[in-house]
């Protein structure tokens, strides 16, 4: 503003000046140098004071003169054609400046996929977005019904298990456990849930039903033995199945125990028969068979999907979400993050996918363009629209003025030489 101010008065001075010039010259006029500066400092003065009205006709109504089309004048402009104005400069930014043409030649030129690297390369927004994804997860656990995830999950496996070739992906998983010396928790969890199992009346009752077997088994068609079965009652054979469950849960508490180097032979074997198993497609699909008709079609799997949800809701709920560190979730984001950026080829098709979704959305948007130009325009008073033109225009129209009175002078000095011998 005040570079604008001292460049009006600069303008206003050298006209005030090319008057006075005027005058004096006028005096000599008769002699050659008199008559050459008042040729140019007429010149100047008619310039400089067309330039001063044509300006300032474009703001306001300078000496109070209002437009008169019939006599060719106009001022007060820019306020007199606001509208037209207004729909000019919406039609020059929508259609011109910025027409959907020149924004998508400007985004092909843009490799929008690695400007979104780049921003998330940045540690801080690694933070934030880690920060933002374990509060969303807090949050969504809280308030996640696991009866109908349950339920969900149950019926998807039910409707897809024909399609479904769960045995690799239960490899993967397990060689992953194992490999990543995960495989002690794994191996412990494997025994918990046998030896919970064996200590079930189930399994006593299967070892009962094994004993008769093999007593009748025994027995059967000799008389000697036969004999014997009468020492053999019911009460032995109670005493036997609690005997026979007891030491089987008794070895497998025994391997409980870190040390037990039966540990790292089961270990050893696992990861033998996952090889097996991958090199096996017809055991594979027998597993995938089984799996689907003994486990999936079988196994109410809401009901064991519903209670871990639920377990785990409870911790999250308990502990105000702190079970999810920050941290972790912040190592998980940075290990995807550079496995995306090593794959070309992904980020080829990502950068693909976002040019796609850009320009369309610039072509469907493009005419909101306009609006909001027009919207933001309308917000201004008409006072306070020509008082921001003149603060952004002002500048360069008051070097217009003293140009015009600058070229008026040289030009009357030249015409003067022209015409003087003349």
């Not at 010149?43 to 067309?50: H, K």
Request: charged share 25%; proline share 1%; hydrophobic share 40%.
């Amino acid at each position: 503003m005040t570079k604008r101010k001292n460049r009006s008065y600069f303008a206003t001075g050298l006209l005030i000046f090319v008057f006075l010039g005027f005058l004096v010259s006028f005096i000599f006029r008769i002699t050659f140098f008199g008559g050459l500066m008042l040729s140019g400092f007429t010149a100047a003065l008619v310039a400089g004071l067309a330039d001063w009205f044509a300006v300032s006709a474009l703001f306001r109504k300078p000496l109070g003169i209002k437009s008169n089309p019939s006599l060719f004048i106009r001022t007060d402009i820019i306020s007199s054609n606001r509208e037209r104005l207004t729909d000019t400069l919406v039609s020059m930014i929508e259609n011109d400046l910025f027409s959907k043409e020149n924004l998508d030649r400007k985004v092909e030129k843009i490799r929008l996929e690695e400007k979104i690297v780049q921003f998330l390369n940045h540690d801080e927004v690694k933070y934030e977005i880690s920060e933002i994804i374990q509060n969303m997860m807090i949050d969504y656990i809280k308030h996640m019904n696991s009866t109908e995830i349950g339920a969900f999950l149950e019926q998807t496996l039910k409707e897809q298990r024909r399609n479904l070739e769960i045995t690799p992906l239960i490899i993967e998983v397990i060689e992953y456990t194992i490999k990543k010396r995960q495989g002690e928790k794994f191996i412990q969890f494997i025994l918990e849930e046998v030896i919970g199992i064996c200590k079930s009346n189930e399994i006593s009752e299967l070892i009962r039903m094994s004993l008769l077997e093999a007593k009748t088994s025994y027995m059967k068609e000799q008389t000697f033995r036969q004999w014997i079965d009468r020492f053999i009652t019911d009460s032995t054979i109670d005493k036997l199945t609690f005997n026979v469950q007891k030491r089987l849960i008794d070895f497998l508490e025994n391997i409980m125990d870190g040390e037990n180097p039966i540990r790292e032979k089961i270990r050893k074997k696992c990861l033998n028969y996952i090889d097996q198993i991958k090199g096996d497609r017809v055991l594979r699909e027998k597993i995938d068979s089984w799996i689907n008709n003994q486990l999936i079609n079988k196994i109410r799997i809401d009901t064991y999907v519903t209670e871990f949800l639920q377990q785990y809701k409870d911790i999250v709920t308990s502990d105000n979400g702190h079970v999810i560190k920050a941290e972790k979730v912040e190592s998980i984001f940075e290990a995807l993050l550079q496995q995306y950026k090593s794959h070309s080829s992904i980020r080829d098709e990502m950068e693909r996918l976002l040019q796609i979704m850009v320009r369309h959305w610039i072509h469907v948007k493009h005419h909101l363009l306009g609006t909001l130009v027009k919207e933001g325009l309308n917000t201004y008073t008409t006072d306070d629209l020509v008082h921001l033109i003149e603060s952004k225009a002002g500048h360069d129209l008051q070097l217009i003025r003293v140009s015009g009175t600058l070229v008026g002078f040289f030009t009357g000095v030249i015409l003067y030489l022209l015409t003087y011998w003349v």
